[in-house]
């Protein structure tokens, strides 16, 4: 699983400042069920699920314990973990590692609507290049 505030893994990069944030989870291929609620249930107990406005999560691809049919399902488990938490989450999203790889930019504004099924980015996800004069200064 990746999320696009986070590393890889289960140490979490979650920007000191940030206020609330949208976690964008992809389970990428392989792995179990379990790890998906472990990671999750890290995000919970070190307080990042207290600080977000939204939660978008991916299709889940080869992961044992997820297979049509299996309880519990990614949904169950996602809300599970996020316990009565009123926030909008937007699941079996085309995006990471997976399928469409439709990348995620980090530290992005976007805005979540559950209702409609819309992830929208509310600013660019890259800039002008910054370009250089004679021994590295800005021109």
């Known amino acids: 699983m990746r999320t696009a ?3 890889s893994g289960p ?4 920007p000191p400042g940030l206020k609330a944030g949208i976690p964008c989870e992809d389970q990428g291929m392989g792995g179990h069920a379990s790890y998906v609620w472990s990671y999750l249930q890290v995000m919970r107990h070190s307080g990042i699920l207290d600080r977000i406005a939204g939660m978008v999560v991916g299709v889940p691809r080869e992961i044992g314990g997820l297979e049509p049919g299996a309880s519990p399902t990614l949904a169950e ?11 909008p989450v937007l699941g079996n ?3 990471g590692h997976a399928g469409p790889n439709l990348p995620m930019p980090v ?6 609507d559950a209702r409609r099924r819309t992830l929208s980015l509310l600013e ?3 800039g002008p290049r910054a370009t250089t004069g004679p021994a590295g200064r800005a021109r």
Do not use: Q
């Open 5 to 7: 505030l986070r590393a």
């Open 11 to 14: 140490g979490i990069a979650f």
């Open 77 to 87: 488990i996602v809300l599970d973990v996020l316990g009565g938490r009123d926030i």
């Open 93 to 95: 999203v085309d995006f």
């Open 107 to 112: 530290g992005v504004r976007a805005g979540l």
């Open 124 to 126: 660019p996800a890259v």
